[in-house]
């Protein structure tokens, strides 16, 4: 079946999406920045540089959630036709950037043009199906739901189900009535903590700094030490300052302008030092009987601890509207007697209590487990504990009474209070850590973000006020044209004004993506648009379970109603369709949930979940699945963001073997950079779109080896054709020359997606045998199981080195026009041996680094690479043209870098072209001769014969040549024009 080509696939505008991602995707200072410099570029000019900027991470915090206006952007391109620029760029709203009033000028806060859309088609919208099977945050699904698509948003997760529903369906549904009440019931709560909660703060804390309280183990000396980081509170100050007593064993604390001495972990009376576990084998024994005391409702007890508590948890610091001031008796008073009102009302809050315990296949918060934290309770003091039960019981309250009075709408209502709270527990507990360097409270979640696991820090921070952190979490009364501080309501509001009266197409369901045709029907949907997890970049699961424990309180009266979690066909739609889980559970599903887990066997055994070799099957499941749920026409997008090599061939291979083929690959930042990263081989596949249809013209090969691969004339053709296909579209899109060049390899990968080999494929298995044991249906899927291993080591290990060496030669080719090398010179310079001909491959992807950025090669590649031309990296590592960096990468050596890599032992650099080439530039460089070309090259082949070979490979270098390697071989910008002159003479010659 033909299929007509897309606008995706020829054309898109690269540039502008690459700057309103990385816009979009910035936080605090950095996104004005960002704002301002896409405001001048669009000639606008504001007398103050202050956006109303409520983006949907404020809603929940979810992982790794997606751009808006790349996703709108990528959802479009797939239904337009290849001529269809300006309807793009209407439709998509990049034409109304500069009318944007007090919103910054991002894609986002646009409304797209769906009557244009619409009559573009000459189709109704909502018959244009759209899936994102791995819907986490929900930006994809939400830009196919605002272009007027119907939009269906699956996730494993349940925390994420409910981030879904909360982004897509209810604002769909309810406009922005649903925002009027949710602001009030937020108004409702804020004022009822104000009256029932504010009185366990002092009234001018806004944050407080807590240290942990431990004895000095020295038994001769037993006194209190307050455990701390340090004592900076910003970058600049001002600083923690102590007045320790030695004879007394006590310390008094204010605050200071000037830097002050502190050595943390070692005891400030006596001087012993002592390390992290010994506070926290102290520590947290305490912290557990104080919360047991309190608990137990003994309130006489619990009286008798307040010397512990006060002792255990030290409030040190708070800040306050005009910086830092130390903690008063006042604090230390409303600390004691939020611990006794807990004691007070425990039995009363007991059923509210998170006291499950903390998961041991949760590997994130397997650091804090192993200090001894055994419940999801023990990870809150007993203030923030108190304060939370009952906010917890009051929103539990009010989603009754909301979904007994209001039905599903009250339960909309509910969600969006407990998302609101959910904000505060993340920055209200244990974990929490103070950020010296900005000023704030780090987060549960910045923990996370940091190490991939949650522990705790040496102090620990409270939030403000109860009553104005619950402000802070759902800003009900921000509006433009302030700045929003990232509360709930303005995101809601935003979200009900986009969204309202598309509730008829929109679907949000939990469930395993590898069931994806059973979930959807088969041959239904028009463009699956997914962001897969790669390997173990994220552990979803293990994050979201600390939300999930808070969540499932609040809406259990809206989930045993029905309106959450949904399992019974009488009550409306099946929503919940993971098998094993209910949501009355305190654990979130994790078995099926695709990702590689440390720890968990050998990663090559796909029998044992979460190993590598098992995330690439799951991967081909997945993909298979989608295969089968698409239309014939239709097209799957996938988002790879990721850096290990072995991540990216699994998804090559994955696609290839569920017989997918890749019409594009586009190069486009997807996230905020937080450091550069120099591009190299394989990791610069690390923020790539690619395009997938189920159709295409197959290209029928027998040959199974490298070496026959690589001479049969079709593929060659097959894969030059699609590399310059890439560097058209590249170059149409406004492709930087990085973007071209990644876009190039990736388009020669894109080609060979293309060729098959039947023989490979067929179900022909030496040890049938092994099948014996399987029958029925689990016959089918383990031959399939095989077939697919068969299939995907077939391009893993043969088509994609292939394909990645056609495609870098191909654009070598490309890089020696430009240049200006002679046809002549491009043919010597191609017709090298095989070890310079890697060099110069590896010389060329060290081109396009970042500025400041160090070039390098990484392994991947260089191994691919030296496997077709059949050298080792070894003996270009002898040569001098290679040197290991570190374990995963080479650096490409040239200059002094050469010669001291050989030892000067100059007849190693005669036995390659590239040797020979950059050791005829150090001849000319010791010349004496240096005003004259013609005498410099009489000079030269006095000391060594040259061919032209050699001379066109040292021009080409040294054009090419960035700057500290010019710097290297002792060329500077002034005399690079005299070397060149004489280089041209010898060619000459």
């Given amino acids: 079946m033909k299929v007509e080509k897309r606008l995706v696939e020829e054309w898109l505008p690269l540039y502008e999406l690459k700057n309103d991602s990385e816009a979009e995707q910035s936080f605090g200072k950095m996104s004005v920045k960002r704002y301002k410099d896409a405001c001048l570029r669009l000639g606008m000019r504001r007398k103050k540089w ?26 479009l391109a797939c239904f337009l036709a290849p001529e269809d620029r300006e309807v793009f760029n209407e439709v998509i709203g990049l034409t109304k950037l500069s009318q944007l009033d007090h ?7 646009t409304n797209p043009n769906r009557t244009l859309l619409a009559s573009r088609l000459n189709r109704d919208l909502k018959d244009i199906v759209v899936v994102d099977p791995m819907a986490g945050g929900g930006a994809i699904p939400l830009e196919s739901l605002r272009l007027g698509l119907r939009t269906i948003a699956i996730e494993y997760n349940p925390v994420a189900y409910i981030i879904l529903k909360a982004t897509l369906e209810y604002p769909a549904k309810y406009g922005e009535k649903l925002y009027e009440d949710v602001r009030e019931e937020a108004k409702a709560l804020i004022e009822y903590a104000k009256n029932e909660l504010s009185k366990y703060y002092a009234e001018d804390a806004y944050n407080y700094i807590i240290a942990r309280g431990v004895k000095c183990p020295n038994p001769d000396c037993n006194g209190l030490v307050p455990i701390i980081h340090g004592t900076r509170l910003r970058r600049n100050g001002p600083y923690i300052n102590f007045q320790f007593n030695k004879k007394e064993k006590k310390f008094k604390v204010s605050v200071a302008d000037e830097e002050t001495e502190f050595e943390k972990l070692r005891c400030p009376y006596c001087g012993r030092p002592f390390t992290r576990d010994e506070v926290f084998s102290q520590w947290i024994p305490k912290h557990k009987e104080i919360l047991r005391i309190a608990l137990e409702g003994d309130v006489e007890k ?7 508590l006060i002792r255990t948890h030290i409030p040190l610091l708070k800040q306050i509207r005009r910086g830092f001031a130390p903690c008063e008796d006042e604090d230390v008073d409303r600390l004691v007697n939020a611990y006794l009102d807990l004691a007070r009302q425990a039995k009363k809050l007991k059923q509210y209590l998170p006291n499950s315990p903390i998961p041991k296949e949760n590997d994130v918060f397997k650091p804090i487990k192993s200090l001894g934290i055994d419940y999801w309770y023990e990870l809150f003091n007993p203030r923030q504990l108190l304060v939370f039960l009952k906010l917890v019981k009051y929103v539990s309250e009010r989603t009754k009474e909301l979904t007994r009075d209001k039905g599903e709408y009250g339960a909309a209502i509910a969600t969006y209070l407990a998302l609101g709270l959910d904000k505060l527990f993340n920055y209200n507990n244990i974990t929490t850590m103070w950020h010296t360097t900005h000023g704030v409270m780090k987060s549960l979640d910045a923990h996370y973000s940091a190490k991939r696991s949650v522990s705790l820090g040496l102090e620990y921070c409270e939030a403000k006020r ?56 088969e041959r239904s949907v028009d463009l699956v648009n997914v962001d897969p997890p790669y390997f173990n970049q994220h552990f979803y699961s293990d994050l979201s379970e600390f939300f999930w424990q808070f969540l499932m309180l609040m809406l259990k009266p809206a989930i045993d109603a029905g309106f959450l979690f949904n399992r019974d066909e009488s009550r409306g739609r099946v929503e919940c369709l993971v098998s094993g889980w209910s949501p009355s559970l305190p654990i979130v599903p994790r078995a099926g949930e695709i990702i590689v887990r440390r720890g968990r066997g050998k990663p090559d055994v796909a029998e044992v979940s979460f190993t590598k070799e098992w995330w690439r099957e799951q991967m081909w499941r997945f993909f298979t699945e989608c295969y089968n749920t698409l239309k014939d026409d239709g097209i799957l997008i996938v988002w790879y963001t990721h850096t290990d090599p072995q991540a990216w061939a699994a998804v090559l291979s994955g696609l290839y073997a569920s017989r997918f083929v890749l019409s594009k690959i586009w190069n486009v930042r997807t996230e905020m950079q937080t450091r550069q990263v120099a591009l190299t081989g394989s990791a610069f596949f690390t923020s790539l779109i690619l395009v997938a249809r189920k159709t295409g013209e197959s290209v029928i090969v027998g040959e199974r080896t ?26 149409v899109s406004g492709a930087s020359d990085k973007e071209a060049y990644v876009m190039a390899l990736a388009g020669a990968i894109a080609g060979a997606t293309r060729i098959r080999n039947p023989a490979v494929e067929t179900a022909e298995f030496v040890a049938s045998e092994t099948l014996n044991k399987y029958m029925g249906e689990a016959r089918e899927r383990e031959i399939a199981r095989r077939m697919f291993k068969r299939t995907s080591e077939f391009f893993r290990g043969k088509l994609y080195p292939v394909a990645l060496y056609l495609g870098a030669s191909r654009v070598l080719e490309e890089k020696l026009k430009r240049a200006g090398l002679s046809e002549e010179q491009r043919r010597l310079i191609v017709g090298a041996d095989d070890i310079t001909k890697a060099y ?11 500025e400041g950025a160090r070039a390098f090669v990484d392994y991947d590649f260089a191994e691919k690479i030296c496997k077709i031309l ?99 071989a002792s060329i500077s910008e002034f005399r690079k024009p005299f070397i060149e002159g004489v280089l041209k003479t010898l060619y000459a010659r």
């Fill in 103 to 109: 919103y910054p000028p991002l894609i986002l806060y």
């Fill in 50 to 75: 202050v956006f109303f900027d409520p983006k949907i991470r404020s809603l929940h915090l979810w992982l790794a959630r997606r751009p808006c206006g790349l996703s709108r952007a990528l959802t």
């Fill in 302 to 308: 619990a009286k008798d601890y307040v010397d512990v």
């Fill in 706 to 731: 490298l070496k026959e691969l690589l001479f049969n004339e079709r593929v060659k053709e097959v894969i030059t054709e699609s590399v310059a296909d890439a560097l058209q579209s590249a170059r």
């Fill in 870 to 968: 059949d050298i080792r990296i070894s003996t270009m590592e002898t040569y001098g043209l290679v040197k290991k960096l570190q374990k995963t990468a080479y650096t490409v050596l040239f200059g002094r870098g050469m010669f001291e890599a050989v030892r000067n032992r100059l007849e190693l650099l005669e036995r390659t072209v590239a040797g020979q080439a950059i050791y005829l530039l150090k001849l000319i460089v010791d010349s004496p001769i240096r005003d004259d070309e013609e005498r410099c090259a009489r000079d030269v082949l006095s000391k060594k014969p040259v061919s032209k070979q050699v001379v066109a490979t040292a021009i080409f270098l040294l054009r090419t040549a960035l700057k500290d390697e010019l710097e290297s």
């Fill in 840 to 850: 110069l491959i590896f010389w060329l992807s060290t081109r396009y680094v970042e």
């Fill in 466 to 521: 109860i009553d104005l952190a619950l402000d802070w979490a759902f800003e009900p009364d921000a509006a433009k044209p302030t700045a929003t501080r990232g509360g709930l309501c303005p995101v809601l509001k935003q979200l009900c004004k986009w969204l309202h009266g598309l509730g008829d197409r929109v679907e949000v369901y939990m469930g395993d993506a590898r069931e994806l045709s059973k979930i959807i029907g």
